[in-house]
């Protein structure tokens, strides 16, 4: 069985520019999660989609936005990049919103 | 507050010794509650979970809850070196959203 897949897994980009970023999950799996991990701060929430609707939001700003599509692939979208921005973006799916996470690899995201 | 907090270490026990990693939440809601292992470079991956008061065992592994006094905590007996990692505790709030606390080092 196939594990949950982000690309890319690494990139450089620029203040100001904007990325997107896919996840793809666990067949079968219906939720799909968005992380943000920095040494300093850990694993903070973004947001987490079912059936192609956002169910829960974390406290980032506007610029940082998501969607899912029909096939339960996900992407994530950060627009005006900041040097802040630069983290590793974790992405996770579960069969349904209780129970257990399963992480991609994550894609590593340098801003300069 | 934070709404999970971790001692963020590093924990250094023996080889063959018990580490005892500990968790406090805010969030009396919570339900569910998960202790994630994640080695330097990797991606976090589900050690332990549990959802009601008291102890959970899983080989050398035993989580423990007490939602009383909003705390959780992972025993690893017989600690190994491949067990160094940082140990991320997770809780699933009443809103279903998984919060992270920002994980304890542990060294063997």
């Known amino acids: 069985k196939a594990g949950v897949t982000q690309t890319p897994r690494y990139l450089i980009k620029t203040r100001g520019q904007q990325v997107t970023l896919s996840c793809s999950p666990i067949s079968g799996h219906r939720s799909v999660s968005w992380y943000q991990q920095t040494p300093g701060q850990g694993l903070q929430f973004l947001f987490e989609?079912?059936?192609?609707?956002?169910?829960n939001k974390g406290n980032f700003p506007g610029r940082f936005s998501g969607r899912q599509f029909s096939n339960s692939r996900s992407e994530m979208n950060v627009s005006t990049l900041e040097l802040g921005d630069s983290a590793l973006y974790l992405c996770a799916s579960s069969w349904d919103r209780a129970g257990e996470l399963f992480f991609g690899e994550g894609s590593r995201l340098t801003v300069l | 507050q934070k709404e999970v907090e971790q001692n963020s270490g590093p924990l250094s026990v023996p080889e063959g010794a018990i580490a005892s990693l500990n968790c406090t939440y805010s969030?009396?809601?919570?339900?569910?509650f998960f202790w994630y292992r994640q080695y330097s470079g990797k991606s976090p991956e589900l050690i332990m979970f549990i959802y009601s008061n008291g102890d959970k065992e899983d080989g050398r592994f035993t989580a423990q809850l007490n939602k009383a006094s909003q705390y959780v905590s992972l025993l690893i007996r017989d600690s190994q070196p491949s067990d160094s990692a940082t140990y991320l505790c997770a809780v699933q709030t009443g809103t279903y959203k998984y919060i992270f606390g920002t994980g304890t080092r542990l060294k063997v």
């Open positions: 969030d009396r809601g919570s339900q569910s």
């Open positions: 989609y079912f059936s192609e609707t956002q169910r």
